[in-house]
C-alpha cells in the first residue's frame, strides 16, 4: 500500500541554511501563538489557535542545513469526534540541495486520509509550507496566525439591533480559514467574487473602491481586521441606504473548512433596498464559496447566472 502520510514539496532558490533557519523560526511562518523553545533540540513547545486547536510538540531531531522533526506528544481539536488526532504523529522537515536550488520536503507521518482532520489539515498545511514559509524564506516575512487579543469596547449588538435592521446570512466553505480570509482582504480575492472593478488594500483605515458598471461605485472603509477571524467594513458611498451601514464577515473553523457568517448592519428600515440587497448578498457569498472551493467565482455582472 503507498503511503498516505500528507506530503508537499517546497522549491526555493534560497540556501539550505536559509531554509533551515526559517524552518525553526516557527512564530514567524506557522503562529504567533507559541510557548516554548522551537529552534532546540529536545525542547517542547505549545501551539494553540484559540479554542480549536491545541498542541503540545517535542523538537526530536535537529540536523544542521538537512533535517527537523517533531514529535506531537498530545494533540486537541475541537471540531473532531477523536479530539486527540494528530498525537503520537510526527512532522518532519527534510531539505536538499539540487543543483542551484533547495527542496524542502514536508511530510506530516501519521497525517492519513483516514483522520476527520485530513482534509482541512492537508489545506492549512499546504498554506503554512507553500505560501507563508515560501515567503519568510525568499521575502523575509511570512503570514503565521497573529498573537491572540482580547477584544475591548465591543459594541453592544444587542442594543443596535434594537433600533436598527440587519440582513444576517450564514454558510459553510469547504476550505480552510486561511483561504477564505484572503479572498475577503486582498484585492484579487474580492475582484474574484465581488466584483473585477475593484481598488483594495488588506490594511485598517484604508478606503476600498467597488464599481458595478460605469455609472455606480461603492467606497468603503476597513474598520477591522483579525486575521482568520474577523473583516468588519464601513460604507462611506454608496446608494443612500447604503451609507453609514456596516459589513462583517466572522470565520470560524469547521471540521469541513470554514463557516462564514456574514451580517449587513445599521440599516434603518425594512425596506426594498433591504430585501433586494439580501437576496444579492446571498449570491455573492455563493460567488464567494465557489472562488474558495473552485478557484473561479461569480463576481458581478454574472452573480445572478446559474
Known amino acids: 500500500m503507498d503511503n498516505q502520510d500528507f506530503k508537499t514539496t517546497l522549491i526555493t532558490d534560497a540556501s539550505p541554511s536559509k531554509v533551515y533557519d526559517a524552518i525553526n523560526n516557527v512564530r514567524a511562518w506557522w503562529s504567533e501563538n507559541i510557548k516554548g523553545d522551537t529552534d532546540k533540540i529536545d525542547s517542547e513547545f505549545l501551539y494553540h489557535y484559540i479554542d480549536v486547536h491545541r498542541a503540545r510538540i517535542k523538537v526530536i531531531e535537529m540536523i544542521p542545513n538537512k533535517k527537523v522533526v517533531w514529535h506531537v506528544l498530545d494533540n486537541y481539536f475541537k471540531f473532531t469526534k477523536d479530539e486527540t488526532e494528530w498525537k503520537g504523529t510526527k512532522i518532519v522537515f527534510e531539505i536538499t540541495a539540487k543543483d542551484d536550488k533547495t527542496e524542502l520536503l514536508f511530510t506530516h507521518q501519521g497525517l492519513v ?4 482532520c485530513y482534509q482541512i489539515c492537508h489545506d492549512a498545511w499546504t498554506h503554512y509550507i507553500q505560501q507563508s514559509l515560501k515567503d519568510l524564506i525568499e521575502k523575509g516575512k511570512g503570514s503565521p496566525t497573529p498573537k491572540e487579543t482580547i477584544e475591548t469596547n465591543k459594541e453592544d449588538d ?29 484585492q484579487e480575492g474580492l475582484a474574484g467574487w465581488w466584483t473585477p472593478d475593484t481598488i483594495a488594500k488588506p490594511e485598517v483605515g484604508s478606503v476600498s473602491r467597488f464599481a458595478f458598471g ?28 447604503w451609507v453609514d451601514t456596516t459589513i462583517t464577515f466572522e470565520l470560524e473553523p469547521h471540521n469541513k473548512g470554514c463557516t462564514l457568517m456574514f451580517h449587513h448592519d445599521n440599516w434603518a428600515a425594512y425596506s426594498q433596498e433591504f430585501a433586494s440587497c439580501s437576496f444579492d448578498w446571498a449570491l455573492f457569498l455563493r460567488s464567494l464559496k465557489m472562488l474558495c472551493e473552485t478557484g473561479k467565482g461569480k463576481p458581478y455582472p454574472d452573480f445572478n447566472k446559474y
Open 158 to 186: 444587542s442594543v443596535q439591533q434594537t433600533t436598527t435592521k440587519s440582513i444576517y446570512h450564514r454558510l459553510l466553505i469547504e476550505k480552510p480559514i486561511e483561504t477564505v480570509y484572503g479572498n475577503l482582504t486582498k
Open 113 to 116: 486520509p483516514d483522520y476527520e
Open 214 to 241: 460605469p455609472n455606480y461605485f461603492k467606497e468603503i472603509k476597513v474598520e477591522e481586521l483579525k486575521p482568520y477571524s474577523k473583516v468588519k467594513w464601513l460604507c462611506l458611498n454608496a446608494s443612500e441606504e
